[in-house]
T-cell receptor, first 114, second 114 residues
């Protein structure tokens, strides 16, 4: 069974630009969660989607948005990038709601904002 | 405010000894607690889940305890090996409501020295 796939793995943007990250969950998984990881803050919850509906949202500004498609694939978008958005963005999938059991993480998308 | 604290950022231990990592939480009533392992540049990998009504859980050389009175979980690796060197993350939800995300501690970086 293929794991969680995130694309792109690495990207470099400049301040003010916008970025879209993609996540393909494990086949059959309906929940996709997104986390931002930085050395200082650790893993910070961004949002969770389940069956195309946003179930939860973390404490991030409105510049961070996401969506989930009918095939459970998910995208997150960050607009008007700031230097502080440089981080590893991790996507995790699970069969049921993310807070009910094990999460399967992708390898992440490493975003650098210059 | 809600807080998850992992006892130290880094822990060095000699090969063959037992490593003990601590996860303390405040203002949570988690239905269960999880432990993940993360290697540099990779996504976290699930290790163990322990429910609030379980005192202890084991998997091979790993043992987790969960004390809801102390609001603490201990994670033990017995007969530690250099390959166990990684960052270990604890994670929990605010409760068994469907609307609380899984939140992570900042992790403890374990180094097992040969």
């Amino acid at each position: 069974k293929a794991g969680v796939t995130q694309t792109p793995r690495y990207l470099i943007k400049t301040r003010g630009q916008q970025v879209t990250l993609s996540c393909s969950p494990i086949s059959g998984h309906r929940s996709v969660s997104w986390y931002q990881q930085t050395p200082g803050q650790g893993l910070q919850f961004l949002f969770e989607y389940f069956s195309e509906t946003q179930r939860n949202k973390g404490n991030f500004p409105g510049r961070f948005s996401g969506r989930q498609f009918s095939n459970s694939r998910s995208e997150m978008n960050v607009s008007t990038l700031e230097l502080g958005d440089s981080a590893l963005y991790l996507c995790a999938s699970s069969f049921w709601l993310a807070n009910t059991g094990e999460l399967f993480f992708g390898e992440g998308s490493r975003l650098t904002v210059l | 405010s809600q807080k998850i604290e992992q006892n130290s950022e880094a822990l060095n231990i000699q090969e063959g000894k037992t490593a003990t990592l601590t996860c303390n939480y405040t203002n949570y009533s988690p239905a269960y607690l999880q432990w993940y392992r993360q290697d540099p540049g990779r996504g976290p990998v699930f290790l163990l889940l322990i429910r609030e009504n379980e005192k202890e859980k084991r998997k091979e050389r790993l043992k987790v305890t969960f004390d809801t009175t102390l609001k603490q979980s201990l994670f033990h690796i017995t007969a530690s090996q250099p390959a166990d060197s990684a960052t270990y993350l604890c994670a929990l939800t605010g409760g068994n409501s469907g609307n609380t995300p899984l939140v992570f501690g900042k992790g403890t970086r374990l180094s097992v020295i040969a």
